[in-house]
Each structure stands twice: as structure tokens, then as C-alpha cells.
């Protein structure tokens, strides 16, 4: 199972949006609405920022939302702030029972 | 609140073996799915593998890279999972951690997470 693809890196001014964009096949993120997004900071543990393609989990900011189109799901931040700067993962359930992640997208708030 | 504590983790020699456990609480553990993910240095997020709860089998699931050579399993009486790791390799080298799946959220999300160990393969 090949690692879904994510740009390695973005970057945005303090109040902007951005996007991350996540591209798998058919055969996972196409094929499931089990697209989940995790905020990492070095050093912490992943912390799960959207699941099922665009759900929040409670006291998630709603600057954060997540949507899918065909075998892309895409992550999105408003509002950017200094905090958000962190690396952001995808992930999705596959057609094989495993769970695959993206390679990882480091943002840079300038 | 879900809280997730590895252990086990250290320097192994290649060819070696070594065992992790994750200590789970303020979860209803013999219903929620277990899974290892690990990050080497440098690298992203991998996932490992998984143990279902006993309700569904608990039967496991492997990544390519270590079906065969890792083993999952869950201990219910002590609220624990373990990842017994044999023929350890170099590239085996990561941060290992513990978390749960679909337990709070539901749709294989990986929702609650460990702080993780570190498990180095050198010479």
C-alpha cells in the first residue's frame, strides 16, 4: 500500500487560508469516506483534527474543515495563527483493512 | 479521558527482538481497536498494524513491511497491548506509538494517541 500523496510543504501569512491536498486511489481514499487529518507538533503526540472527510472532533477550532472530491481529500485552514505552524497528516481506511497514511505536509505560518 | 503509556522501547542490536506495551486507560478497552504507528527519523506517520477487540475477532492486521516479523497482541485483564517486534531491522528505527481506532469518533479514525517510544536498530 503506498503512502498517500501531500504536498511536503505550505506556507501562509497569519490571518490567510490555506490547503492540503491528499491523493490516494479507489482503493482508499476514493473508495471510503474514512479520511481522518492529524495536526503534528515534534515531539507530541499526532492530535486527530478532522475525521470521516469533514467532521470535527469536539474542541477542534472551526478555522479547520476537511472535504473529499473523487480519490483527493483536502484539508483547510482559516484564519491562520502561529499555533497552526505544525506538520499535518492524512490517512485513510483501504480495500485491504489497513490504514494508510500521507507522506506529511509541513505549514509555515510566515 | 483516553490516556495511551508505551514502554518498552530501547536500543536493540539488528537481528534482535524486543516487546512494547501500551498501558490504556479511562477507555472501555475490550471494545476498542488497537494499533501501533511509527515515525523514523525524518519520515512520516506508519502505520504498523492493528488488533480488533475481542467482539470482532480480535483478530490483527499488519503493514507489508513488518507482517511476519511483528506480532500484536492484548492482554484484557491488564488494560494492555503489546508489540512483540523479532528480526528487527535498521530501518525498524522509529518512534512507536499506541493509539486507539475508531473508539471515540468511529470510521477507523485514529483518535486517541500515546506519547510514544523510542526504538533504535544499531550496531
Known amino acids: 500500500q503506498s503512502a498517500l500523496t501531500q504536498p511536503a510543504s505550505v506556507s501562509g501569512s497569519p490571518g490567510q487560508s490555506i490547503t492540503i491536498s491528499c491523493t490516494g486511489t479507489?482503493?482508499?481514499?476514493?473508495?471510503?469516506?474514512?479520511v481522518s487529518w492529524y495536526q503534528h507538533h515534534p515531539g507530541k503526540a499526532p492530535k486527530l483534527m478532522i475525521y470521516?472527510?469533514?467532521n470535527r472532533p469536539s474542541g477542534v477550532s472551526n478555522r479547520f474543515s476537511g472535504s473529499k472530491s473523487g480519490n483527493t481529500a483536502s484539508l483547510t485552514i482559516s484564519g491562520l495563527q502561529a499555533e497552526d505552524e505544525a506538520d499535518y497528516y492524512c490517512?485513510?481506511?483501504?480495500?485491504?483493512?489497513?490504514?494508510?497514511f500521507g507522506g506529511g505536509t509541513k505549514l509555515t505560518v510566515l | 479521558e483516553v490516556q495511551l503509556v508505551e514502554s518498552g522501547g530501547g536500543l536493540i542490536k539488528p537481528g534482535g527482538s524486543l516487546r512494547l506495551s501500551c498501558a490504556a486507560s479511562?477507555?472501555?478497552?475490550?471494545?476498542?481497536?488497537m494499533n501501533w504507528v511509527r515515525q523514523a527519523p525524518g519520515k512520516g506517520l506508519e502505520w504498523v498494524g492493528r488488533?480488533?477487540?475481542?467482539?470482532?475477532?480480535?483478530?490483527?492486521d499488519y503493514a507489508a513491511p513488518v507482517k511476519g516479523r511483528f506480532t500484536i497482541s492484548r492482554d484484557e485483564s491488564e488494560n494492555t497491548v503489546y508489540l512483540q517486534m523479532n528480526s528487527l531491522k535498521t530501518e525498524d528505527t522509529a518512534v512507536y506509538y499506541c493509539?486507539?481506532?475508531?473508539?471515540?469518533?468511529?470510521?477507523?479514525?485514529?483518535?486517541?494517541w500515546g506519547q510514544g517510544t523510542q526504538v533504535t536498530v544499531s550496531s
Open positions: 490517512s485513510s481506511y483501504t480495500s485491504s483493512s489497513s490504514v494508510v
Open positions: 493509539a486507539t481506532e475508531g473508539y471515540s469518533f468511529g470510521y477507523h479514525s485514529i483518535d486517541s
Open positions: 488488533i480488533k477487540s475481542k467482539s470482532h475477532g480480535g483478530t490483527t
Open positions: 479511562g477507555l472501555t478497552f475490550s471494545i476498542a481497536w
Open positions: 470521516a472527510v469533514s
Open positions: 479507489s482503493s482508499d481514499v476514493g473508495g471510503y469516506d474514512y
